[in-house]
């Protein structure tokens, strides 16, 4: 029950934080921990098409490269109740086949088994063998939103995989409306107090005009260096077209009326962490040890201790008392 709630705690943590084209699949990897499942297909209920839907493959987590022309309309079946979206999905967890599925009829009773001709369905398209369909009531929330879990080889979900999705699925909604308002806050807070700093560089880096903002970035990215010039290795980074990155801050450059212009933004710690350093993280931070980490997310300890020293590499952290300190400044606190 306290790893239950721990998951939940780190999905309203990246609810709070994360960029929304990052939460879904970081939230949804969340699942992983509790379900194993190829895929997930998420309906956001938001109204633009190419937010409706979310494909995301498993174990990256990353969006399908290919959106199937099932969710896309035109061609598509018109009964395929995937890309359909579920729109009257269970308001418990309904496990089945991809067979039983696809040969129920909308008010859930099984009809006769037939071949649906015209364009492949998303079962086809994906290579489906097995689904777990859940979401909204649409008479209660607004927008509705649903989920369907999926797997490609013939093992089918069971009653906990069912009871754990249940018990996560409202938080997920929840966390992903709370993820959106956030979103809109930062975002009207950001246009007044414009988030990054702006200045005009020499080619050798130094810095020649700029407002005290940009020197104040520069300092936290390298604290213990001179903040009047960019070092010579993020220049030629920068000089070659591509934007430097580094644990706090983001630089770009590019030529304006004979002059370089340099903008440099805050990075946000969810842009630099994975879903599962993030979850490490946090628990290392607030103390816990590598194996009690290790017990409560399935894994072993070497996996954990891995994961921290990955990430102490990223952040430029040496210790868990600044890896706190970062989550704090950062404002996540442990």
Known sequence: MQAFSSTVRDMYALAEYAAPDQFLAQAIN????????????????????KQAVAVLDYPTASPAQ??????????????????????EAPLSPSRGGVREIYR???????????????????????GLCHMMVHGDDPKRVKPAR?????????????????????????????ALAINRARTLNRQANEDKTQPFATGIVGIGGLIEIADQRLFDLLE??????????????????LLSGKSFRGTQIEISLHRQNGSLHCRVRPVGVMEILTPREFVVARRFAAGMSHKQIARELGVSHHTVRNQLAHLYRKLNLHDKASLAHYLMTNGLPS
């Open 104 to 126: 129920s009829s909308r008010d859930g009773k099984k009809s006769r088994a037939r071949a649906l001709p015209g364009p492949r369905s998303l079962s086809e398209e994906l």
């Open 146 to 174: 649903w989920i369907i879990l999926y797997r490609r080889h013939d093992v089918r979900f069971a009653e906990s995989d069912a009871a754990c999705l249940h018990g996560l699925w409202i938080h997920l909604s929840r």
């Open 220 to 237: 936290r990215e390298w604290p213990d260096s001179a903040t009047e010039s960019i070092p010579p290795e993020v220049m030629e980074t």
């Open 30 to 49: 969340l699942l992983q921990m509790w379900i194993r499942f190829d895929g997930a297909i998420f309906g956001t209920g938001e109204a633009a098409q």
């Open 66 to 87: 290919t959106v199937p022309e099932s969710l896309m309309g035109g061609s598509a079946k018109a009964d395929d109740p995937v890309a359909r979206g579920f729109r």
